[in-house]
């Protein structure tokens, strides 16, 4: 029995047909085709899949899209301006804090959330909100550097 | 031969590069396997064993094929009657007659979507009758053991390296390597201390963030196509031709450019030869497959489990005379990568030390485990740890320091190892003392910590062979735009292998990289690599690639001679320019050879394309099956080559709830010339992850500040001003106390960039 979703992903208002138990994971993936969200685990563990439901960061693959009804989402696609990278998304670049960047989507998302809400965090602060995304590939020491570099510059961008 | 390795100072190797994938990884627009949809496509689904070893009586498939929405349902009679495998071949794509551990896939079901085919893997129905399980190594190895997994492995096809691999004393052993050298026993007697310990290591897990996946597609004409996250397109299109038993030619094997990681676990095949057949009766549609975390850390193969057992024997100067090793390798229920890496992990301690006397006897065991890979080092990462830890224990013995023993016993540049081989580029005693100094200039230890704190200092060695005889080949096509194009088949699974190829078709055109591209992994135009492991890629595709830009470069210089009425020899190319040797002033633009010679547009007046081709081999000598030693044909070579690191740390322990913090750690990696800084300062830095989080400010803030001293560029400037600093670190530290030392780098950078902006040697 689909429902009707009304749901704005990245900007962009939208009423979906779904299924009531699809997830909003599968949703975005699948249904819209925003695969930038990515599954790592599938049991809230991972932290691949974090994505922003009005501001606040949830795991896509334990929430029911019903859940987001009327709210809005923003995912790894919505974060930079046209062509230009979002600042996180550049410093991760610089920094090479990316390698096989499945992991990456979350990261940025999660510091995103953290830059939003204390815009000049220290190191241990950045280490304690990335502690839900798992990386294989780094050892996490040049993404904290990465989104301390991006906070910087978001700073000094406001002040300017 | 290439005028890369004439030039002292690199315009791009060296250099931090953004890597080529890197936008799509983070704005998330990079497809991988896993974000693959095609139209018609099915999912799939493997109902697998939940007995360890039984037989398999019954299979009722029925209800399963009468779920509305499933396309094919697949038990062992359906599929080719084939066993593939990786050296030893003993797998059938589903179970046959028998399952031989808990994972084993039974039945292949391919539906409308995921969710169906989860159903209908429920409504499945197998009836086994139990067989008595093995799973320890040593009851599995026993002449009569609890349970024989593989009854005809005596029949297996096998590739003939090593001595003879079945032994019936043995059944369940199904690879066997031994290297002989000198007599153990003497060398025991002429010891001061003879020590005998046994290691063992756990089973683990790769756990890539991309779980492993693939599309595979048999379509109408016959072809089988597969698009997976791999890290090895030829071995995975072999085993593929094996397990369906059709032809190389008939396989495509597509590896996008976005790999979620491999770290060994994504060399094997997994289920791409299975989806491939339920591509084909389910009426040619594409067959999607994504592991769960439970299949893809479980049963997507795991770390061996090692049992090393190591009897040495050391003089009070601390030279070894003697070692003897008998290793038994848990192989799970298949062989798997278990036949090769047991092999590699057999000379592996011999790349480290000198062992004028040694021993080893190699065995993998087929039990009831789930089967064992790769990973990480093809079993250097077991037998290091189990060296190592031997070494500190011999140093116990006689009262000598860690470090004095390894340096007592390192190999040195030239020298012929225990099995053999001429030993290249050793670099083993400066890391040694690198790694001394590292850790001394924080001082001397004080064990005594806070509470129930205690503090103890540790140091380790390693080496990492690299497989011979080995072979890349590379394609570099140079477009009418000037771009250059390298088409190679080394999966880039997140370390960053295409950037660094990048880099070298960059620094050998005196380009720069953002006019250089790859092209996605592709075997029907991508050509051989033998395969993304086993540390050979910057190496071997490297070479290729190196060789292949000469090619073309030959080509471009023929080509331009006739325009520049110059023979080629006078002639030379950078920044895509030919220019004359002996009057740079005459040149032309290597675009200026494509010409619109009719409506097609701009090609080179004889049609076709400027297309270097080249392949990378390096040979192995002849093995002595029975001493397990290199034949002394001029070569003396088992591996491509050999790298070395050690490291030193100094650990923190509760005492009361055996928390350990890693407090201090110097790394020394003999990486050659790093071809991309930031990748490999990345990829050492993982080893300090749980590290308290200032710690790595130490050493960045550091060579932040030397690299800038010198002048951003510069290499030779770089390492001056590392000595400068060092130095002037030293002395303050002596002068003015331990204090006083973190400002040193800070003033030093203040100074000179006061007086010299662009750095001590800058231009």
């Known amino acids: ?160 | 031969m290439h005028n890369i390795k004439d030039s002292a100072e690199f315009e791009v190797l060296g250099k931090n590069v953004i890597r080529e994938e890197g936008h799509g990884k983070v704005t998330g627009l990079g497809k991988y396997a896993i974000d693959l949809e095609m139209p018609r496509m099915l999912w799939a689904k493997i109902k697998r064993s939940t007995r360890p070893h039984a037989k398999i009586i019954n299979i009722d498939v029925s209800r399963a094929q009468s779920l509305a929405g499933v396309h094919a349902v697949l038990v062992d009679k359906d599929c080719p009657q084939t066993l593939f495998g990786f050296g030893c071949y003993d797998e059938p794509l589903l179970a046959r007659g028998k399952v031989r551990y808990i994972g084993e896939p039974v039945v292949a079901v391919a539906a409308d979507s995921e969710a169906i085919a989860e159903q209908a893997c429920d409504l499945i129905e197998i009836d086994y009758e139990d067989l008595p399980a093995v799973f320890d190594v040593h009851e599995a190895f026993q002449t009569n053991p609890p349970a024989i997994v593989h009854e005809e492995q005596e029949r297996y096809r096998r590739v003939p390296i090593g001595p003879v691999q079945y032994d019936p004393k043995h059944p369940n052993a199904f690879g066997y390597y031994r290297i002989r050298t000198g007599e153990v026993e003497k060398g025991f007697k002429e010891a001061d201390v003879v020590l005998e310990r046994t290691y063992t290591n756990a089973m683990m897990g790769h756990a890539p963030m991309e779980r492993h996946n693939s599309v595979s597609l048999w379509d109408a004409d016959g072809n089988v196509t597969v698009w997976s996250s791999s890290q090895a397109a030829y071995p995975l299109l072999n085993q593929i031709s094996e397990a369906l038993d059709i032809p190389h030619s008939r396989i495509r094997v597509i590896i996008p450019k976005y790999v979620g990681g491999g770290f060994g676990g994504k060399i094997e095949m997994k289920a791409e030869g299975l989806c491939a057949v339920l591509s084909r009766v389910a009426g040619n549609r594409p067959v999607k497959i994504v592991y769960t975390r439970e299949e893809s850390l479980c049963w997507a193969g795991v770390q061996h489990p090692f049992d090393m057992k190591i009897k040495s024997g050391v003089r009070k100067d601390g030279t070894i005379t003697s070692c003897e090793m008998f290793v038994l390798v848990n192989g799970g229920a298949y062989a798997q990568h278990g036949f090769l890496v047991t092999r590699q992990a057999s000379y592996g301690p011999l790349g480290s030390y000198r062992f004028p006397n040694f021993k080893l006897d190699n065995y993998v065991v087929y039990t009831n485990q789930p089967p064992g890979v790769a990973y990480r080092g093809f079993g250097n990462t077991q037998i290091h740890f189990a060296l190592e830890s031997h070494i500190d224990e011999l140093a116990n013995a006689i009262g000598m320091d860690a470090y004095e023993i390894r340096r007592k016993n390192i190999l040195v540049e030239g020298e012929i190892n225990a099995a053999g081989e001429i030993q290249h580029s050793v670099a083993g005693s400066e890391l040694l003392d690198e790694i001394k100094k590292g850790l001394e200039q924080h001082g001397t230890l004080v064990r005594e910590g806070k509470g129930p704190w205690r503090r103890g200092r540790g140091i380790a060695f390693a080496n990492k062979d690299s497989v011979a005889p080995s072979a890349s080949s590379a394609i570099v096509k140079v477009h009418n735009d000037e771009t250059v194009e390298i088409r190679h088949s080394a999966g880039n699974i997140g370390q960053g292998s295409s950037t660094t190829l990048i880099q070298i078709a960059a620094e050998f055109f005196k380009v720069r990289p953002d006019r250089v591209k790859t092209a996605e992994v592709d075997t029907w135009i991508t050509p051989y690599d033998q395969l993304t492991g086993s540390s050979r890629i910057t190496f071997a595709a490297g070479n290729a690639v190196l060789m292949a830009c000469e090619d073309v470069k030959g080509q471009i210089l023929k080509m331009a001679a006739e325009v520049m009425q110059a023979s080629p020899e006078e002639l030379d190319l950078a920044g895509m320019k030919v220019f004359v040797k002996d009057n740079p002033d005459r040149f032309m633009a290597v675009r200026e050879l494509f010409r619109t010679v009719f409506f097609t547009g701009s090609f080179l007046p004889t049609g076709g394309e400027l297309l270097g081709k080249a392949t990378f081999t390096v040979p192995s000598s002849k093995i002595d099956p029975e001493t397990g030693h290199a034949a002394d044909d001029g070569m003396r070579k088992i591996f491509s080559f050999c790298t070395r690191a050690a490291q030193a740390v100094e650990i923190a322990v509760n005492t009361e709830t055996g928390e350990v913090k890693l407090e201090k750690i110097a790394i020394a990696n003999d990486v050659g010339l790093a071809t991309a800084v930031a990748a490999i300062g990345g990829a050492l830095l993982i080893i300090v992850s749980p590290v308290e989080p200032s710690l790595d400010r130490v050493y960045i803030g550091r060579t932040f500040c030397v690299v800038v001293l010198a002048g951003l560029g510069s290499v030779t400037g770089t390492l001056a001003a590392g000595i400068i600093l060092g130095v002037i670190e030293s002395l303050v530290l002596t002068m003015f106390g331990a204090s006083w030392a973190p400002a040193v780098a800070y003033g030093l950078l203040l100074l000179v960039l006061g007086i010299r902006p662009q750095g001590l040697f800058g231009r």
Do not use: W
């Open chain 1, 1 to 160: 029995m689909r429902r009707a979703l009304n749901i704005e992903i990245n900007g962009r208002k939208q009423v979906l047909e779904i299924e009531p138990n699809e997830l909003l994971l599968d949703v975005l993936r699948l249904g819209v085709g925003l695969t930038g969200t990515k599954e790592g685990c599938g049991e809230g563990v991972c932290g691949s899949c974090t994505v922003m439901v009005d501001g606040e960061l949830v795991r896509s693959c334990l929430t029911l899209a019903m859940q987001v009804d009327g709210k809005a989402v923003t995912t790894i696609e919505g974060i930079a301006n046209g062509s230009e990278l979002h600042p996180l998304q550049r410093r991760f670049l610089e920094h090479g804090a990316v390698q096989c960047g499945f992991c990456s989507p979350g990261l940025i998302l999660t510091a995103k959330a953290l830059l939003s809400s204390n815009p000049d965090p220290s190191e241990a602060e950045v280490r304690d909100a990335i502690r839900g995304n798992f990386c294989r590939c780094t050892g996490y020491v040049k993404i904290v550097e990465a989104i301390l570099a991006a906070a910087a510059e978001l700073r000094s961008g406001a002040n300017a």
